[in-house]
């Protein structure tokens, strides 16, 4: 097929051709290897997880008794995983109810919804239907670097601001009205850098708070929430908004009843976002809501949600092997369920509102 | 543009005289114009858009505004209703009135401005909402959808907007999945629901085919009896058909002649508008 003897339309392709030809089907192969690695970890992970998992529960690993001839036998049941309202795996009387750590997880994930759902949606409004050119200009910089900001720093705040300032106001105000905010602040000073220390060392002396922890993590979820939302405002035709101002609408009824309802896939999507992140969560919500798993839904007292029990674990001394070392992988499995099942309600989600605003 | 126009255009243009049906049964009115503008001029920046334009436009008639692209006949129609206001490098010299009140004075909320003057839109643009919900809007934004039977003002509009045979059985569904020309008539349906006083219309037939086109200057001369509409079109014979009065902007945003539609079209006093009319310019 050379360029020479070349007949017909001349759309029979030639040399050069065929060069173009082997060259993208080998950036292709490229591209393909590029896109199994992410497949190939999330399949091994989830493998990994699997097979501990299954000894925590049955004693013995998937790959042990299908490889070795382990047999099952039952060490912790589903019921009592699932039903049991203590959790402590590596005490000495153990106990292996997850439910507090769910709970404990749940709990800061709905709370910091319900921090920054609201705060993060009005932002996005105010930023794309309210602020001039100017303001958006200096403002969304501003949200982007809180997003950036490593969660570690986050979970300092929460340790030397949020927990003795806010939330030992709100215990003292709250609880003991009579004392002003000022004695609460002097009383809680001591803890402002202590519990830091303390967890670093591996003592539980800080004052941790499921409150702490809930607005540590709505804060730093609000800029998921405001820029993806913004994002999809934006992208909402200006038509649609001249459409409805020229029939007399305030920037008000603009806002809530044309923008929101045309951006809510995007809005949806940036909610679930930000529960998921919620969800997975680690290292501020541990230091500010702490690592006692409680039952308890009063704000002041501490929790622990399944990420501080991870790394309380991963920490510790327990031996490769035992049940309190393989509940490890039993609670990380729950939480890559939980999250998958964010995921997958978020694709719902899109494609159901997807198909009724286009 | 239907063939039959195309086939005129040509011939009928200028010299021997632009075909214009005079007769609308409308009476010239003398009576003050319902918007006046006096020496009004439209900045963007520090672009001038619109130069020193003074104007009146008379109440129930239709007023065509044309002119070639950039000329501020867009800029003008916004200044009318102040979508100007959401243009944020846009700034206003001169006088606007609306029945004498100047629409920019400090007292006047251009909210309540624009529920007196409607718009429709170049490219039809209904809200992702149903077709009853398109229409309703605006009564039920301004706060008027209990003062009214809502179900009648949305039959009325659709009606007017000779939308209503079409569809009578799918109110529910969306306005988006309505043919382009239908969605344009839902969109003036939009505009007619809440009884406007002026219908401002931008280019509202070039985006539709010429049957869709024609079902709408139809529509345009049965809403002037109700209405004073102000259309903007690029459209000559469209112009010299649907319109009492005609406006021609030249480039640079100068208010070049303003007459009888008749007039203009048969007899330019300005021979840059002669030449735009025929062709020859823009
Ligand atoms: N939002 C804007 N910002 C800056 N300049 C603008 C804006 N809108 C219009 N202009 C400028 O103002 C002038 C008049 O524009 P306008 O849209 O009013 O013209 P037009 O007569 O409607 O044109 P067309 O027939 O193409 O629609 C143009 O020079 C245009 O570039
Ligand atoms: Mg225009």
């Not at chain 1, 998921?224 to 993806?228: K, P």
């Not at chain 1, 309190?324 to 998958?340: H, I, K, N, R």
């Given at each position: 097929m050379s360029t020479d003897t070349k007949s017909g339309p001349g759309i029979s392709g030639d040399d050069t051709l065929e060069d173009a030809h082997k060259s993208n089907d080998r950036v292709r192969r490229i591209f393909f290897a590029c896109a199994t690695i992410t497949v190939v970890t999330t399949v091994a992970i989830f493998l990994v997880l699997f097979d501990n998992a299954a000894s925590y529960f049955f004693g013995a690993r998937l790959s042990e008794v299908l490889l070795s001839g382990d047999t099952f036998s039952r060490t912790v049941s589903f019921t009592e995983f699932f039903t049991g309202t203590r959790w402590a795996p590596d005490h000495s009387t153990p106990a292996h109810g997850v439910l507090p750590i769910v709970w404990g997880t749940l709990a800061i994930t709905i709370g910091a919804g319900l921090v920054s759902i609201p705060i993060g949606t009005a932002t996005a409004?105010?930023?794309?239907?309210?602020?001039?050119?100017?303001?958006?200009?200096?403002?969304?910089?501003?949200?982007?670097?809180?997003?950036?900001?490593?969660?570690?720093?986050?979970?300092?705040?929460?340790?030397?601001f949020l927990t003795p300032v806010l939330v030992g106001g709100i215990a003292t105000n709250v609880i003991n009205p009579a004392g002003g905010l000022l004695d609460s602040i002097s009383h809680l000073a001591p803890f402002v850098l202590d519990p830091a220390a303390e967890w670093m060392m591996g003592v539980r002396v800080g004052r941790y708070s499921l409150l702490a922890g809930v607005l540590v993590v709505g804060t730093m979820t609000i800029p998921?929430?405001?820029?993806?939302s913004e994002d999809a405002m934006q992208a909402v035709p200006d038509e649609l908004r001249n459409g409805a101002y020229a029939l007399g609408a305030t920037k008000y009824q603009v806002s809530i009843r044309i923008v929101l309802p045309a951006a809510v896939s995007g809005i949806f999507a940036s909610y679930i976002l930000a529960l998921s992140r919620a969800i997975g969560e680690t290292m501020a919500v541990t230091l500010a809501a702490g690592f006692n798993a409680n039952l308890t839904a009063n704000p002041f007292a501490e929790i622990m949600t399944m990420t501080a029990y991870l790394v309380s674990m991963a920490r510790g001394t327990s031996a490769v092997g035992t049940v309190?070392?393989?509940?490890?992988?039993?609670?990380?499995?729950?939480?890559?369920?939980?999250?998958?099942t964010m995921n997958l309600l978020n694709d719902r989600l899109k494609q159901r509102f997807q198909e009724e605003y286009r | 543009m239907s063939s039959e126009m195309t086939d005129t255009t040509d011939e009928t243009l200028i010299e021997t005289g632009f075909s214009v049906e005079t007769d609308r049964g409308r009476e010239p009115t003398d009576a003050e114009g319902i918007v006046r503008s006096e020496d009004l001029s439209v900045y963007y920046g520090n672009e001038r858009a619109l130069e020193d334009v003074t104007i009146e436009i008379p109440e129930n008639q239709v007023t065509a505004i044309i002119g070639p692209s950039g000329c501020g006949k867009s800029t003008f129609l916004r200044s009318i209703n102040r979508m100007n206001d959401r243009i944020e490098s846009c700034t206003v010299e001169g006088e606007l009135t609306f029945h004498g009140k100047n629409v920019y004075d400090d007292d006047v909320d251009p909210v309540a401005l624009r529920r007196?003057?409607?718009q429709v839109f170049q490219a039809p643009n209904p809200f992702p909402k149903s077709i009853y919900d398109n229409v309703a809007y605006g009564l039920r934004i301004q706060g008027r959808a209990d003062e009214v039977d809502l179900d009648d003002a949305v039959e009325r509009a659709l009606k007017g907007a000779a939308l209503w045979d079409?569809?009578?059985?799918?109110?529910?569904?969306?306005?988006?999945?309505?043919?382009?020309?239908?969605?344009q008539r839902l969109c003036i349906a939009r505009a007619i629901a809440p009884d406007p006083e002026v219908i401002l219309m931008d280019e509202p037939t070039s985006a539709l085919d010429p049957v869709a086109a024609s079902k709408i200057e139809d529509l345009i001369?049965?809403?002037v009896e109700e209405y004073s509409v102000i259309i903007v079109t690029h459209n000559m014979q469209q112009a010299a058909r649907i319109s009492d009065k005609t406006a021609v902007f030249l480039t640079g945003g100068e208010l070049v002649e303003f007459d009888d539609t008749a007039r203009i079209f048969e007899n330019p006093k300005d021979d840059r508008v002669e030449d735009y009319i025929t062709g020859k310019f823009g």
């Open positions: 409004l105010y930023l794309s239907e309210y602020a001039s050119t100017g303001t958006r200009n200096k403002l969304k910089p501003v949200l982007e670097v809180l997003a950036g900001i490593p969660t570690i720093v986050y979970g300092y705040f929460a340790v030397s998921m929430v405001s820029s993806i309190e070392y393989q509940s490890l992988f039993a609670v990380g499995l729950l939480l890559f369920l939980m999250t998958l | 007196k003057i409607g079409e569809v009578e059985d799918k109110l529910d569904e969306s306005g988006l999945d309505l043919s382009g020309g239908q969605q001369d049965e809403l």
